[in-house]
């Protein structure tokens, strides 16, 4: 399971009343590890001025964090509430590489690359086969 869902959020989700806040604090509190990467390649971006995106490319320290991000990113909903929350758009590559763009550098040269297939490819490595 993605998300540990409480028992009143369940309640509003399934009378179809829930905000985003609410989703995005359930992710936050259920997929820590992917809140904190997120939250690291988001800050990145704020604090560099001028900047098209942050990133963050440390490996994770277990598969089961490997998971939470791997869950985080794939999940349409997820990626969504956490792109609203932060005001960016998400990249991924490989199973760690997360960036955050400005939404104003998506469609961009900067961003154009980084989710080319030239840019995944040269981001392989032995070791990072089996990730």
């Not at 040269?122 to 070791?127: G, I, L, V």
Request: glycine content about 8%; charged content about 25%.
């Amino acid at each position: 399971m993605s998300l540990d869902v409480p028992v009143a959020l369940l309640e509003r989700a399934e009378a179809g009343q829930v905000d985003d806040a609410e989703f995005v604090d359930c992710v936050r509190t259920s997929l820590p590890y992917a809140w904190e990467v997120v939250s690291a390649a988001a800050g990145r971006l704020a604090d560099t001025p001028g900047s098209e995106f942050g990133e963050h490319a440390t490996p994770p320290p277990s598969e089961a964090q490997r998971g939470e991000l791997l869950r985080a990113l794939a999940s349409d909903a997820i990626r969504g509430g956490l792109e609203r929350h932060f005001g960016i758009k998400l990249a991924f590559q490989n199973c760690h590489r997360v960036a955050a763009f400005a939404l104003s550098a998506v469609g961009g040269d900067t961003y154009q690359e980084f989710i080319s297939p030239v840019a995944q490819l040269r981001n392989q490595s032995p070791e990072l086969r089996d990730c």
